[in-house]
């Protein structure tokens, strides 16, 4: 079984441009959750998405948005890109029932 | 919401030694996970054990619920152990919040 695909790897924009990520989990998992990760602030939860409905929401600013379509890929778009927006962007795929999460290998954004 | 806090910080080995990572949670959880971060930046799920303790190889965890702690437990410990491990936990009624990690435990295992 293939693992939770995260695509681009890596990703150098400017800041005020936006990003879309994507992440394509678990071949029949249909939770997928997003994290963002900086040294300063550690692991912190983006959101959570489950047949298509947000289940949870982090604390990040309305630029920070995401969906998730019927075939369980997800996306998740930052609009006018600050500084301080660069980091790992994780992205966990996990079946219904079982709460165990599974990571993919991330996306580097580097925001100039 | 729920707070969890690992100990300790930094963890420096030479191979073959043994450690004990602590994880410490505010509150009472129905999901436990610990996670491994290779230097590359893959987290990699170790142990799912909201109570109880399990054994993979050399690595094992324990999770005392109602003492809202759980320990992970690496022997022999190699080089390719060198990464930081994560704590992470999800309270809540039927797993409602959000998943809440620890800032980590850094471990360099030297030959």
């Known amino acids: 079984k293939a693992g939770v695909t995260q695509t681009p790897r890596y990703l150098i924009k400017t800041r005020g441009q936006q990003v879309t990520l994507s992440c394509s989990p678990i071949?029949?998992?249909?939770?997928v959750s997003w994290y963002q990760q900086t040294p300063g602030q550690g692991l912190q939860f983006l959101f959570e998405?489950?047949?298509?409905?947000?289940?949870n929401k982090g604390n990040f600013p309305g630029r920070f948005s995401g969906r998730q379509f019927s075939n369980s890929r997800s996306e998740m778009n930052v609009s006018t890109l600050e500084l301080g927006d660069s980091a790992l962007y994780l992205c966990?795929?996990?079946?219904?029932?079982?709460?165990?999460?599974?990571f993919g290998a991330g996306t580097r954004l580097s925001v100039l | 919401g729920i707070q969890v806090e690992q100990s300790p910080p930094d963890l420096i080995l030479q191979e073959g030694a043994n450690s004990t990572l602590r994880c410490n949670f505010s509150?009472?959880?129905?999901?436990l996970q610990w996670f491994h971060q290779n230097p590359w930046g893959q987290l990699i799920n170790l142990f799912y054990?909201?109570?109880g303790t399990k054994q993979n190889g050399r690595l094992s965890a324990t999770t005392v619920a109602t003492e809202r702690y759980s320990l992970l437990y690496i022997s022999s410990s190699q080089t390719t152990d060198s990464g930081v491990y994560f704590c992470?936990?999800?309270?809540?009624?039927?797993?409602?919040?959000?998943?809440?990690f620890g800032k980590g435990t850094k471990l360099t295992v030297n030959p």
């Open positions: 966990a795929s996990s079946s219904q029932g079982i709460d165990i999460q599974y």
């Open positions: 071949s029949g998992h249909r939770s």
């Open positions: 998405y489950f047949s298509e409905t947000q289940r």
């Open positions: 509150d009472s959880v129905n999901n």
């Open positions: 054990i909201p109570s």
């Open positions: 992470a936990v999800r309270g809540g009624q039927g797993g409602s919040e959000k998943l809440v």
